[in-house]
């Protein structure tokens, strides 16, 4: 039954079918691919996942398999990342847009992340219109909160966010992705990379937590990570006005944040 118009469902009860498709996956893998994104990964069996993964890493110990489990139930990406051996997948950030929808998804993600496996945080995917049609400003403020946001520091762009491209993307064509323009938010990136690389709140263990007060829609995001051994605690605020065509004013939880002088990681001052 063909369940997406450039898709075929296949018939998994046959061990033959994950022979071959183990196969398939290690042709790939000898020719230079070390690793894979499973597009709707939570349509095919646990145990057939299982299967692949072990199959590839006995010839290719390092390959990456990232799930893309968006629409699927999430005990199945659970499961995948707990038990079949599938290193990361996509978060829900990309479509998380409101204070609400931040102040609900981060906790539970960032728990999520902690005990199956990583989850990304993509600026955009294919699946929705590109950041830049909304401006520049908007596609940067996306860009900053899937960084800074991110569990661990796992975070991920699609081609041409970095270039301001605007047309949507359709995975069996050919899109303009806006290539070298200018201006552009490479030195962005560069300076999300660079803080992600040297700041200890994304690596180990961390928390996040919205300590937002107040109406509107401004978000406030504590990243904490507790002292351990000779390491003092680890405080970050993230403050974001997710409303980019009008000015707000910002208030949070001073007993979770309440330095009288903070240092920007964006700007250096």
């Not at 997406?4 to 998994?12: K, P, S």
């Not at 403020?141 to 270039?163: D, K, M, P, Y």
């Amino acid at each position: 039954g063909v369940v997406w118009e450039d898709l075929v469902e296949l018939d998994y009860s046959h061990k033959e079918l994950w022979h071959y498709m183990a196969d398939v996956f290690l042709y790939w893998c000898r020719r230079g691919v070390d690793g894979f994104r499973c597009d709707a990964g939570y349509m095919i069996p646990e145990k057939v996942w299982a299967y692949i993964v072990s199959k590839v890493r006995e010839e290719h110990p390092d390959t990456v398999f990232m799930l893309e489990g968006l629409g699927g139930d999430l005990a199945v990406t659970d499961n995948l990342l707990s038990h079949a051996g599938i290193d990361w997948a996509y978060s829900e950030l990309f479509q998380t847009y409101d204070r609400g929808a931040f102040e609900w998804y981060l906790p539970q993600a960032d728990t999520r992340a902690a005990k199956f496996g990583a989850l990304v945080h993509f600026a955009e995917t294919h699946d929705n219109s590109r950041l830049a049609e909304k401006g520049h400003t908007y596609a940067r403020l996306r860009v900053i909160l899937s960084s800074l946001l991110s569990w661990q520091g796992a975070w991920g762009i699609t081609n041409g966010v970095e270039f301001f491209a605007s047309e949507k993307i359709d995975v069996h064509g050919k899109n303009d992705l806006n290539w070298g323009a200018t201006p552009n938010m490479v030195d962005l990136i560069s300076r999300l990379n660079l803080i992600l690389k040297n700041e200890p709140l994304f690596t180990g263990c961390s928390s996040v937590s919205p300590i937002t007060r107040g109406d509107g829609n401004p978000l406030a995001v504590l990243k904490y990570k507790a002292s351990s051994g000779n390491l003092p605690e680890r405080k970050l605020l993230v403050l974001a006005n997710l409303d980019c065509a009008s000015s707000a004013e910002i208030d949070w939880d001073r007993n979770k944040f309440a330095h009288t002088e903070a240092f920007d990681l964006l700007t250096e001052r």
